[in-house]
């Protein structure tokens, strides 16, 4: 625990975009990221004077996207999206991959829950085995297990060029 | 490009992608969230009140929070409205916590009670829903579940932190607070993990919480309370089933053996599972018939086959550990809790066969004087199907732990013909005792893979030994070096994830493999 929160809204700006790649990377989803990352943020803020003074609190954040149900976020926002239409979402929607890249997150998605998010969080954040275990609650060893048979998993299913066999 | 690069430039190329996303300002995020959540809520409550009695017909928010009500047939991705018309292809997936109810079923529907007098089509909400799902916060949906008890019918939401309840019996009835003993304040971040209620621990309550750490808490329903019950923590953490896109409940003309409770379709099959949720006390029985009246037991199947068949991460509970193993189907083995360690085989994920027990695996002899909590875990190589299985001695730190393999992952033996990879009985003790690490395992032919014993300076060391195992096994067997070493590596890792999550402490401290 640290002593004094960092303003919420500096902690924000900065944990932001790297949050939303990863929920992007979880759900696939361009339209509902946002929502996603912006509940993550927004838990965290209800309790930001504690929340704020632990070691790390963009650790928390993450942990508390990937332990919901991407889903059943994904169900939600779809439905919220279309209410939200009404009232004109302006926001800046990540933009659309390429599809060789596009595939290879898909195969991602396919694998099992705990080997996407390992994966997400080591190849989109570059976070250590240390880092993925504290935000997932789970050993090291078991990080390094999960992306052991990620990594076997997507070279059977990526071909050299990148896409799919 | 290796797969690493591979990865490592899509995890850019996504990072890339959300670069032009600004972040706007904290306040206004907020007041979003709070909207979205005031827009669900709303849209809710109007649910609630206006589509009782049919289905034809969605009522949701607008914008602006005032109602909206449109035709059935508007497609979700082109209305502005909210569309909450409940086709079949719509319900796939999205009733969670099924359960029998008086006439008909019961369910969650998206967060919302629903009924269903046959389970398939007809859902609808209840005219009384409990109090917080029609509060002021939406929230996760996957946060929130639904119990049937005797009769009365049990909502636990913990969207908001602190868990709380409700219960009723009968459609009309109010439903009362039912209060979380010890539960944290509200504020700190929680999810719902599971709920079991079965004959033998009754309703139990799993959560996780954020508290300087993640914790999970158990509760149990005891009179008007739950109160918390962490001896039972390990046993509730099973899921409950929820009918995907392929399992269905069965029509209600469909009528299970006495005791069952739990009825799906898959395939044109139907299966049934002893206890409401397809557990109790640890153990779930299984049976299955295709006319719906003629029923014919199987064997003690996985707990949560129904609910998650196709989840392949290892589990960290006393559940069965299922895999996938090619032509051969489905695999799980699971403890009684007691002594003994069982293996089942599935062609498709629903009908089990019991196809051997450890001792018969081996000749393991797992001791009836202690307990062995354990279940065996399955790890599933290029080759061939491995087992573990472990012993702990109470109040001595004294381990027994096997290592099994078929002969080949095409070839599962049914009965005693299993190999044996090695034995680590005194080599464990000394992990315990002596801080010192010293593995041997997994296959004779090689006198092992990996021989460390020193848990601090054996790092590098392990490194090389692998690398020398490897060359050996991969003249043995005509492979390449690096996948002999890949299978090594892999094999050693899951050996160390496997001893740690068995209390094994230190463990997982030996090896930074990464």
């Excluded at chain 2, 009670?113 to 929230?139: C, E, K, N």
């Excluded at chain 2, 019918?153 to 039912?178: F, K, N, T, Y």
């Excluded at chain 2, 003690?300 to 032509?327: H, K, M, Q, S, Y």
């Excluded at chain 2, 010192?436 to 990996?450: P, Q, S």
Aim: glycine share 10%; net charge negative.
């Amino acid at each position: 625990m640290v002593g004094v929160p960092e303003p919420f809204d500096r902690f924000y700006a900065r944990e932001y975009r790297r949050v939303l790649a990863l929920a992007y990377g979880l759900s696939g989803s361009r339209s509902g990221v946002e929502d996603m990352t912006q509940e993550s943020f927004a838990a965290a803020f209800r309790d930001w004077d504690r929340v704020g003074r632990y070691g790390d609190p963009g650790a928390w954040v993450r942990r508390v996207l990937v332990n919901r149900s991407v889903s059943a976020w994904r169900r939600r926002v779809s439905e919220l999206r279309a209410v939200l239409r009404l009232g004109g979402d302006t926001r800046a929607r990540p933009v659309e991959l390429d599809p060789a890249v596009d595939e290879v997150w898909g195969e991602v998605r396919r694998l099992p829950k705990r080997q996407a998010q390992v994966v997400a969080l080591m190849y989109v954040e570059d976070r250590s085995i240390e880092d993925i275990a504290a935000i997932l609650g789970c050993s090291t060893g078991a990080v390094k297990q999960h992306l052991f048979r990620a990594r076997k998993r997507l070279a059977e299913r990526l071909d050299e060029d990148g896409g799919v066999r | 490009m290796s797969l690493d690069s591979r990865l490592r430039d899509a995890g850019q190329a996504l990072t890339k992608s959300v670069e032009h996303c600004a972040p706007g300002d904290a306040e206004a995020m907020v007041r979003q969230s709070r909207r979205r959540s005031a827009i669900g809520a709303v849209a809710v409550v109007f649910v609630v009140a206006l589509a009782v009695g049919g289905t034809a017909f969605f009522v949701t928010a607008g914008g602006d929070g005032a109602p909206v009500a449109g035709p059935a047939s508007t497609p979700l991705d082109t209305a502005g409205p909210l569309e909450l018309t409940w086709t079949q292809h719509q319900l796939d997936g999205r009733i969670t916590y099924p359960a029998r109810w008086k006439e008909g079923y019961v369910g969650l529907l998206d967060g919302v009670v629903a009924t269903s007098p046959d389970g398939a089509v007809d859902w609808t909400v209840l005219t009384s829903q409990p109090p917080m799902l029609s509060g002021s916060s939406a929230g996760d949906w996957s946060a929130i579940a639904l119990v049937v008890v005797e009769d009365d019918l049990v909502v636990i939401d913990a969207r908001e932190g602190r868990p709380i309840a409700a219960q009723r019996s009968d459609d009309g009835a109010a439903w009362r607070d039912v209060p979380f003993v010890g539960a944290t304040a509200p504020g700190s971040e929680g999810s719902l993990v599971s709920v079991l209620a079965s004959e033998e621990v009754g309703l139990v309550a799993v959560r996780d919480s954020y508290e300087s750490g993640w914790t999970r808490d158990a509760w149990a329903l005891s009179g008007d309370a739950f109160v918390p019950a962490p001896d039972l923590l390990a046993i509730a953490a099973m899921p409950l089933p929820s009918w995907s896109a392929d399992v269905r409940p069965a029509p209600m003309n469909v009528v299970p053996p006495a005791g069952v409770a739990v009825v799906a379709e898959r395939g044109g099959r139907y299966t049934g599972f002893v206890g409401e949720d397809g557990v109790e006390a640890g153990r779930a029985m299984a049976y299955t018939s295709v006319d719906g009246r003629s029923w014919d037991p199987i064997a003690p199947v996985a707990a949560d086959v129904v609910a998650e068949c196709n989840e392949l991460e290892w589990r960290r509970t006393v559940t069965p550990d299922i895999v996938e193993t090619g032509p051969l189907g489905w695999f799980a083995a699971g403890s009684d809790g007691c002594v003994s360690g069982v293996m089942w085989q599935s062609g498709n994920g629903l009908d089990w066969h019991r196809i051997a027990e450890l001792d018969q695996i081996h000749a393991w002899v797992f001791q009836a004087a202690f307990p062995s909590p354990f279940p065996p875990v399955f790890l599933v190589e290029e080759e061939r199907v491995v087992v573990y299985a472990a012993q702990r001695y109470p109040r001595r730190s004294l381990w027994n732990a096997w290592v099994g393999r078929s002969p080949t992952r095409e070839t599962v033996p049914s009965d005693g013909a299993w190999g044996r990879y090695g034995e680590w009985t005194d080599r464990l003790e000394a992990v315990i005792e002596d801080e010192l690490l010293f593995v041997e395992a997994f296959d004779a032919t090689y006198e092992g893979l990996v021989r460390c014993t020193d848990a601090h300076a054996g790092a590098s060391a392990a490194r090389e030994d692998f690398r020398n195992r490897s060359d050996q096994i991969a003249a043995a067997e005509g492979i390449s070096p690096q996948d002999a070493y890949d299978r090594s590596v892999g094999t050693f890792l899951a050996s160390v994830e496997w001893l740690s999550r068995n209390g094994c402490e230190g463990a997982e401290d030996f090896w930074s493999f990464g």
